[in-house]
């Protein structure tokens, strides 16, 4: 059934948007082949991080790689049917990826023991992304307010800046937003930290805050923990800047590979917190926080 769903799912896209689709087919094919003959220690990578953390940024560097998205590429097959929670990982979801390829998924999957046990049961690489809260959770209200399909946009569009701020961060209700997103945020971060803590999971753990003070030297840990050798950072970086920037400005290419509606990308979030009240925003954070 999955290899039928994934059929028609790529033939859809590949009618909606044919042109796109045959390039992200030639550059997939062309990945692969390149990487024939590459031997290395752990061909699949699990990239983990709330949204707006610098998992897009991740998923560059390791395209640039040679790597190819598990979840948005016609050569892999991805099943995520029948998820308790849609950020789960599931047995369907690792047992597919192929062995002798480059592959990576990237995923907000929280911290909980069934995740846990089918990471350390498939032992893939997994690389932890973590970002400072007030900007993850501005970049999201900054999503909110440009994506009208955001189940939360209606209710904070029409207020200003502060109260839209402060009302997306605690709204709550019983059809679609069990847990105000400050809780899961918060818990989401603090869960993972402890346990790789307690349990010294061998992960990558990263702060996108430090690719901007010391950009090679945020590729080189990734490189680094991979296994790969002989690779020239200040090349990779500019191949990296371009795809990142290509990924952020073209949104036909987001659309085919994520099939989501089109939507405004958050180019603003630096904008926003300019107009956003910076101390009333933190002791709001810092007030609501769970005790």
């Known amino acids: 059934m999955i290899w039928f769903i994934h059929l028609v799912r790529w033939i859809f896209k590949f009618v909606k948007f044919p ?31 709330l949204p707006k953390s610098g998992t ?12 190819l998205d598990q979840a948005a590429s016609p050569l892999r ?9 849609p950020h789960d990982i599931s047995e369907n979801m690792l047992r597919r ?4 390829k480059l592959s990576f998924l990237k995923l907000h999957s929280h911290f909980s023991e069934d995740n846990l046990r089918l990471i350390k049961k498939y032992n893939p690489k997994v690389i932890l992304s973590f970002r400072n809260l007030k900007d993850v959770l501005i970049s999201r209200y900054n999503h ?40 899961y945020f918060f818990y989401w971060i603090k869960n993972w930290k402890n346990e790789i803590k307690k349990r010294h999971l061998n992960f990558l753990v990263l702060d996108y805050e430090n690719y901007n003070l010391n950009k090679k030297k945020y590729i080189k840990s990734i490189v680094n923990y991979i296994g790969i050798k002989d690779i020239n950072i200040e090349e990779l970086l500019v191949k990296i800047e371009s795809n990142y920037s290509n990924i952020k400005n ?10 989501i509606k089109p939507q405004t ?12 009240k910076n101390d009333e925003v933190e002791d709001f954070i810092l007030t609501n926080l769970p005790k």
Do not use: A, M, W
Request: net charge positive; glycine share 4%.
């Open 19 to 49: 042109v796109q689709f045959c390039r992200l087919l030639y550059y997939d094919i062309k990945d692969d082949l390149s990487n024939l003959d590459t031997l290395k220690k752990k061909n699949f990578i699990l990239v983990i991080g």
């Open 56 to 67: 897009t940024l991740i998923e560059q560097i390791l395209r640039s790689l040679g790597y």
């Open 77 to 85: 097959i991805f099943d995520n049917r029948n998820l308790k929670n």
């Open 97 to 100: 990826v192929p062995k002798n």
């Open 144 to 183: 909110i307010i440009s994506d009208k399909n955001h189940r939360h946009h209606d209710e904070i569009v029409g207020l200003d800046y502060n109260d839209g701020f402060k009302k997306s961060l605690i709204i709550q209700n019983s059809i679609n937003t069990p847990i105000r997103p400050l809780d």
């Open 250 to 259: 073209n949104n036909l290419e987001k659309n085919l590979k994520k099939f």
């Open 265 to 276: 990308f958050n180019k603003n979030s630096n904008e926003l917190k300019k107009k956003l």
